[in-house]
């Protein structure tokens, strides 16, 4: 079975950095799509960033410039750098894969993805 781990998340203060990982296992990450989102209680889930199989790569307005994601390739890992964090950053992020090739339009849509890792709290105060 195919399963995606993240880990990573924490407590920081405004202004702070953090880095996620997302560990697949039974899934090549280089082989199709990969994609971070997050959401916040009451709040609806948003794209944060993904990355293509062709190393194409979106980020959700509220993210760009600030965040970078990333794949290790030997590793079968996803990561993402955060920095600068704000309050409204503050969410339970989720890591989340394809299987199946997507084109780079599409990285930011949800329904692109099919496997879901159970997401780790990021919080920010």
């Known amino acids: 079975d195919v399963q995606l781990v993240e880990s990573g998340g924490g407590s920081v203060q405004a202004g702070g950095s953090l880095r996620l990982s997302c560990a697949a296992s039974?899934?090549?990450?280089?082989?199709?799509?990969m994609a971070w989102f997050r959401q916040a209680p009451g709040k609806e889930r948003e794209a944060v960033a993904g990355?293509?199989?062709?190393?194409?790569?979106r980020y959700g307005d509220a993210v760009n410039g600030r965040f970078t994601i990333s794949k290790d390739i030997d590793a079968d890992t996803l990561s993402l750098q955060m920095t600068n964090l704000k309050t409204e950053d503050d969410a339970m992020y989720y890591c989340?894969?394809?299987?199946?090739?997507?084109?780079?339009?599409?990285?930011?849509?949800?329904?692109?993805?099919?496997?879901w890792g159970r997401g780790t709290q990021v919080t920010v105060s």
């Open positions: 989340a894969a394809s299987s199946t090739r997507c084109w780079p339009s599409a990285l930011l849509d949800g329904t692109t993805y099919n496997i």
């Open positions: 039974g899934y090549t990450a280089n082989r199709f799509c």
């Open positions: 990355i293509g199989n062709d190393g194409s790569i």
